[in-house]
């Protein structure tokens, strides 16, 4: 089987700001802060170039003067209670408004232009430790003309990374081992598990990361190195493997791994999405030690949110949980524009346990609430949020977690990037907040996604203090870029004809 590809990124900065002020004000100087910094265009979102074999450094993207379309899909409550409906949108709410009725009208109008500007559908939540949003724009379904609901499930790309690798801190938490223990004796014994059960259905002649690299140093790789991505372990994730998905082709983790074999040691050390993978076999094994296909990847995730994900890891395509289409413009040979649409195509999940994830909106900005905010899953945040600069890439990368934040304000999270659909999800300690965008088109360079997440969180900003502040312009610098300009302007163009 060719390389593989995955989706990836994005994540933001945990140095908090000390002071003697009391609560209130410190609240009110950060709110005050956040704004501030949004302005100054701040919000550095990293992103993979070609879905994971490198990382490039962007600026937030831009866009133009807003619209005044009505309909705002509604989320209240918990993500497990997430109802599909509307509201008016674009006039102020009243006094004691709930979050949902104030998000709605701070930014319903924005997104709405978006989504006609991007050519696609928006979906955006907000979690909050008492409450909940969560609005929804643009076209789903370009055969069919149908518009989205919160409760739609998306492809979610490498914002699977958190997920596995809150589930690994959780099991440190409970003494299963040290993050700084070697990883190979528990993926061997997992490996050697698996074998055997399948018997003569293994047909791999490797039943060890020793074997399977002819290398003994990946012996001496630690649990925390695969988690930081600084383990030298190829990405599966590299440019031919599109076109061998895009035919409706896909692969197992096994043969993933398979697939790399020959392109180890990676150097210098740098992403690559091939580390969770191998941190998802730890997971299964402590989990319930069942094969890949069938073990339970949310095994140690709050039990309201479990049922409620979901899992490409045994041939599923993403058509199977959700009538969301998935539209691939990227570019192709010769220059020319791609499209392909992955909704049947079981390629969108490739890479078991680092980008295989499918749920809501409202569903994974709770997960992620949880884990930052709440940190039900793991006491380890801290050693999520030890953030190191890349020298090759320029990102700042913890512990399954990217930082795109600046000393003060931090905000953390990931990024997605997979086949057709891009996304962003990332926590504000400062705001105490989970904020989630996903689009279902894939373009160069993510520029929908970053720009509508920069306003989502002003849009959030607004609810929260009386500060006066045009989303808009507090996007206004952010990655001002000739791609974002030529797509978006040529969109917004049809549209007008």
């Not at 994540?11 to 410190?26: I, W």
């Not at 197992?252 to 690559?272: E, F, G, H, I, R």
Request: proline share 4%; glycine share 8%.
């Amino acid at each position: 089987m060719q390389d593989l590809e995955s989706h990836e990124t994005s994540g933001l900065l945990n140095k908090q700001s000390s002071t003697s002020q009391t609560q209130p004000q410190r609240r009110a100087v950060a709110l005050t802060i956040v704004v501030a910094l949004v302005a100054t265009t701040a919000l550095v979102n990293l992103v993979p170039s070609g879905r994971g074999g490198g990382l490039r450094a962007t600026r937030l993207e831009v866009g133009a003067a807003a619209a005044d379309d009505d309909a705002a899909s509604v989320a209240t409550g918990s993500a497990a209670a997430v109802t599909d409906s509307t509201v008016k949108a674009g006039s102020a709410p009243a006094a004691g408004a709930s979050l949902q009725d104030k998000f709605a009208a701070a930014f319903q109008s924005i997104l709405d232009e978006e989504a006609t500007a991007w050519d696609c559908a928006f979906s955006v939540a907000v979690k909050t430790e008492g409450e909940s949003a969560a609005l929804t724009a643009g076209v789903i379904d370009k055969a069919t003309g149908a518009t989205g609901k919160p409760s739609d499930v998306w492809a979610w790309g490498s914002v699977t990374k958190p997920l596995t690798g809150a589930q690994v801190l959780h099991l440190a938490d409970e003494g299963k081992f040290d993050l700084d223990d070697a990883a190979a004796p528990i993926i061997d014994e997992y490996i050697q598990n698996i074998a055997q059960q399948q018997g003569d259905a293994w047909n791999f002649t490797w039943t060890s990361l020793e074997e399977l690299f002819q290398n003994a140093s990946v012996n001496d790789i630690t649990i925390r190195q695969l988690l930081a991505m600084q383990a030298p372990i190829p990405d599966f994730d590299t440019g031919g493997l599109r076109d061998y998905l895009a035919s409706g082709k896909s692969g197992t983790a096994w043969q993933v791994l398979d697939s790399v074999k020959d392109a180890y040691p990676l150097t210098p050390l740098q992403y690559s999405s091939t580390n969770f993978v191998l941190l998802g076999m730890i997971v299964a094994h402590f989990a319930d030690g069942l094969p890949l296909e069938e073990t339970d990847q949310a095994y140690y995730l709050p039990s309201h949110l479990k049922s409620q994900l979901h899992f490409g890891q045994n041939g599923q395509t993403a058509s199977e949980w959700t009538d969301v289409k998935f539209y691939d413009r990227t570019a192709g040979k010769a220059g020319e524009v791609r499209h392909d649409e992955w909704s049947e195509k079981p390629g969108i999940f490739i890479g078991w346990g680092a980008s295989d994830l499918a749920a809501s909106v409202p569903v994974v900005a709770e997960l992620f609430y949880e884990i930052y905010g709440a940190q039900t899953v793991t006491k380890q945040v801290d050693e999520m949020l030890k953030f190191h600069h890349d020298p090759v890439w320029g990102y700042e990368y913890g512990l399954a977690t990217m930082s795109a934040g600046v000393p003060g304000i931090p905000m953390y999270g990931h990024g997605g990037d997979t086949y057709g659909a891009e996304s962003q999800a990332h926590y504000s300690p400062v705001l105490k907040a989970s904020v989630v965008v996903a689009s279902n088109v894939e373009i160069p360079h993510e520029s929908q996604t970053k720009y509508v997440n920069c306003m989502a969180w002003a849009a959030l900003v607004k609810t929260m203090t009386p500060l006066a502040h045009s989303i808009r312009e507090s996007c206004n610098d952010i990655g001002n870029t000739v791609p974002r300009d030529l797509y978006r302007d040529q969109n917004l163009r049809k549209a007008s004809n």
